[in-house]
């Protein structure tokens, strides 16, 4: 299906003043025309036939707002799509066309923000999203609107299960696709999200793991969920953007959420981490510690301060080892006597 332009003039203005100025004249004439003979009764007759169906010139009458479109068909048939702004007056006999005019996504730009439908909902006892979409009827938003999927629990490619959730940045671009290619565009994006997020997330571990290849071209790398956040969130654009080109939607942006282990396993994953840190501190440490003891081994045959054999070198070594790296400061024990 390819998008065409319908092409007319917005004389919307001009039909609705011209419209009502009949109706004022076609009141009079109406009066006259039954009490007056011969000519004048086919006038009042006419008269009162334009009181009667006149109005059916109004359902011509479409007002566009900037970035909204509307899709005409004529008895089942595309006519064409209105995309400026303005106040057109189409045939009469063509009705807008929209089958997601009423689902309403968890989005910006697709909710009920007017508080005259808020007002109508309440007092008719139906919800907010039905009254907006009764207002908005078959017009499709060409904004840019930001699509928040729930979060979704996923297994990463190391089968831990992580929770995540990414917000798209998407608008139509084709009206035509939109409405006949698919049952429901806005139904038909959602799903697709969530199947691209699982498909991406278990691709990848969610934090930097050994021998794992998150790219598919056989080598290891350290990418992850965690720390790879840019390149997971384009790969997920465009897993949803190949999937939705049939149904005329462009794919502005995807970016991750939220993303956190499981509940099951969080805090098993949180002491991981923890040791994780606490032997790398260590090794720290340590190195630390075992350079500084060369150092003032090295110092002091440089100067030639004191001269220690290969004993009393292995309890000075042992000695700085265990203030250097204790947890808590070292109390000094001093010796009084011989260390042999």
């Known amino acids: 299906m390819t998008e065409k332009i319908?092409?007319?003039?917005?004389?919307?203005?001009?039909?609705?003043?011209?419209?009502?100025?009949?109706y004022i004249i076609a009141i009079p004439l109406a009066g006259i025309?039954?009490?007056a003979g011969g000519a004048g009764t086919i006038i009042g007759i006419l008269a009162i036939l334009y009181l009667c169906c006149g109005w059916f010139l109004w359902l011509g009458l479409k007002v566009l707002k900037p970035q909204e479109a509307l899709v005409l068909t004529l008895f089942g048939k595309y006519k064409g799509?209105?995309?400026?702004?303005?106040?057109?007056?189409?045939?009469p006999f063509c009705v807008g066309f929209n089958p997601a005019a009423a689902t309403k996504l968890n989005q910006s730009g697709d909710v009920a923000s007017d508080g005259a439908d808020l007002i109508t909902a309440v007092t008719t006892g139906t919800n907010?999203?039905?009254?907006?979409?009764?207002?908005?009827?078959?017009?499709?938003?060409?904004?840019?609107?930001?699509?928040?999927?729930?979060?979704?629990?996923?297994?990463?490619?190391?089968?831990?299960p992580v929770e995540i959730g990414i917000a798209v940045m998407w608008k139509v671009t084709d009206t035509a696709k939109a409405?006949?290619?698919?049952?429901?565009?806005?139904?038909?994006?959602?799903l697709q999200c969530d199947s691209a997020l699982?498909?991406?997330?278990r691709l990848y571990p969610y934090d930097v793991a050994p021998g794992v290849d998150t790219t598919g071209d056989g080598i290891a790398d350290e990418g992850s969920l965690r720390g790879s956040s840019e390149v997971v969130a384009n790969r997920i654009k465009e897993e949803i953007q190949s999937k939705v080109d049939e149904a005329g939607i462009e794919i502005i942006e995807a970016r991750i959420t939220y993303l956190a282990y499981a509940p099951e396993i969080a805090a098993v994953m949180l002491q991981r981490q923890?040791?994780?840190?606490?032997?790398?501190?260590?090794?720290?440490?340590?190195?630390?510690?075992?350079?500084?003891?060369?150092?003032?081994?090295?110092?002091?045959d440089k100067n030639g301060t004191v001269n220690l054999d290969e004993e009393r070198k292995a309890a000075m070594v042992s000695n700085l080892l265990v203030v250097l790296c204790g947890n808590k400061d070292a109390q000094p024990i001093v010796n009084s006597g011989s260390l042999y």
């Open 6 to 22: 319908y092409t007319t003039k917005k004389n919307g203005m001009l039909v609705l003043v011209l419209s009502i100025l009949a």
């Open 33 to 35: 025309g039954m009490t």
């Open 81 to 91: 799509t209105l995309k400026d702004d303005g106040f057109y007056f189409v045939n």
């Open 128 to 160: 907010a999203a039905a009254a907006a979409a009764r207002a908005n009827g078959k017009k499709i938003s060409l904004k840019i609107m930001t699509l928040n999927n729930s979060r979704q629990k996923i297994n990463d490619c190391l089968g831990n």
């Open 179 to 190: 409405v006949f290619n698919v049952d429901n565009y806005k139904e038909y994006l959602s």
């Open 198 to 201: 699982r498909n991406i997330v």
């Open 274 to 300: 923890q040791a994780s840190a606490i032997i790398d501190a260590r090794k720290m440490i340590v190195d630390g510690a075992v350079g500084m003891v060369e150092m003032a081994l090295d110092r002091l």
